[in-house]
């Protein structure tokens, strides 16, 4: 099946949602059984047989099945855990593939809180972790430690928009037996399948563009058989839950995903190539236009492009930077993207490098393309390049 017709049918089981179209919300915690025997060979099915069947609320309702299923198919994965941030999926991801004694490789451009769980809680447990250049590609091979069990990739980063040669990167850690994770919530599943790119676990903040609403913290780890179930042990240990509203509304989210991204992407490249034109800007950090330095990359392994870009100014000021972005009518100043609406922030990659310095001048201003009339985005940004030029 195509993309498409997964995103709409994937997980969708008639005898589960009792003849509805989506599988209503389920809330349990306590389950009870019949008797002894009953229970006994439920907790066998769930746990010995893996099966999805209802034992206790913990271990997941038919509402988050159905989210599982279809983020499994779309992913192209044995199967999919899910956690209750996108931040939480991608410190579930580490904890599924690493020991105390371990040594991982994290890529330089990686979301900077994932970075602090890295660099402190990671290192009191004894896992030492090394970032390495987002571009090394097949490089990569002469970092590998014998003691080097996971590469944490994020492509393209979310402030700097640096794509990674997955491909290459896992096959030099596949060589090593190590294993490759990739923070795909930039392209989110309907456009990038890292797992097909040859990573073993693929990461969605689900709280961006799967729900897309901008009203539910979600994450997801999809990933191969043999990856996944150190994912699923770790996810288990931690006693972490979900709740079904929550992965109500994400499957909600995920089943309109495919047209929400046309128009992202339709109208980010309308933005994008106006900003480029702008005087006053050194380039736009976007993988889609031709101009990126990770276009080539892009094309070769994604099918299209989200709404988040980044602006870097030839000459820059904070007062400046804050002259543009205070004005703006259409677009919310916010952490986060992925949602129906426009949104803007400050943008400032060089504080969090360690591995290779970021060199472009900052502050810069990222960019969140909603659904808005590209038209009126623009708009409301010449304006702000006024009142940035002005207060340069
Ligand atoms: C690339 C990336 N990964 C993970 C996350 C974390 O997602 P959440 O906010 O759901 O914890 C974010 C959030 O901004 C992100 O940008």
């Excluded at 159905?66 to 410190?91: F, M, N, R």
């Excluded at 201003?365 to 340069?392: C, M, N």
């Amino acid at each position: 099946m195509k993309k498409d017709t997964k995103i709409v049918r994937g997980g969708l089981n008639k005898k589960r949602n009792a003849g509805a179209v989506n599988t209503p919300v389920m809330r349990a915690s306590t389950v009870v059984y019949e008797n002894v025997a009953a229970m006994r060979e439920t907790i066998a099915r769930a746990t010995k047989g893996r099966e999805k069947v209802l034992y206790y609320g913990r271990r997941g309702t038919p509402t988050h099945w159905t989210l599982q299923e279809a983020i499994t198919e779309i992913s192209g994965a044995a199967d999919t855990v899910l956690a209750p941030s996108g931040l939480g999926a991608c410190t579930l991801a580490i904890l599924g593939c690493v020991k105390a004694g371990d040594h991982i490789l994290v890529t330089d451009s990686i979301y900077e809180p994932t970075r602090s769980f890295c660099s402190g809680w990671l290192a009191s447990f004894g896992v030492e972790t090394t970032y390495y250049d987002p571009l090394i590609g097949g490089g990569i091979a002469k970092a590998f430690k014998p003691n080097t069990t996971l590469v944490l990739c994020e492509s393209p980063g979310s402030l700097t928009f640096e794509v990674q040669d997955i491909p290459a990167i896992a096959a030099a850690a596949h060589k090593h037996g190590a294993k490759v994770a990739a923070d795909n919530t930039w392209a989110s599943p309907f456009f990038c399948q890292p797992l097909a790119l040859g990573a073993d676990l693929s990461i969605e903040a689900g709280t961006k563009y799967i729900v897309g609403h901008s009203d539910v913290l979600i994450g997801a780890v999809s990933g191969t058989a043999e990856a996944i179930a150190g994912v699923q042990k770790a996810s288990h240990a931690l006693g972490l839950a979900v709740s079904p509203d929550d992965a109500y509304l994400a499957t909600r989210g995920l089943r309109t995903l495919g047209v929400r991204l046309a128009r992202h992407q339709a109208n980010a490249l309308i933005v994008a190539r106006w900003l480029e034109a702008q005087p006053q800007v050194k380039r736009v950090l976007y993988p889609a236009l031709a101009s990126d330095p990770g276009h080539a990359l892009w094309k070769r392994d994604f099918s299209g492009a989200s709404g988040l870009l980044g602006i870097i100014f030839h000459e820059t000021s904070d007062a400046a930077m804050a002259a543009l972005i205070d004005g703006l009518e259409l677009f919310g100043l916010g952490f986060s993207w992925g949602g129906f609406e426009s949104l803007v922030a400050p943008l400032a990659p060089a504080g969090a490098r360690t591995a290779v310095a970021w060199r472009d001048p900052q502050p810069g201003v990222r960019l969140h393309i909603g659904l808005e009339d590209p038209e009126d985005l623009i708009a409301d940004l010449a304006k702000g390049f006024t009142r940035f030029q002005k207060a340069l």
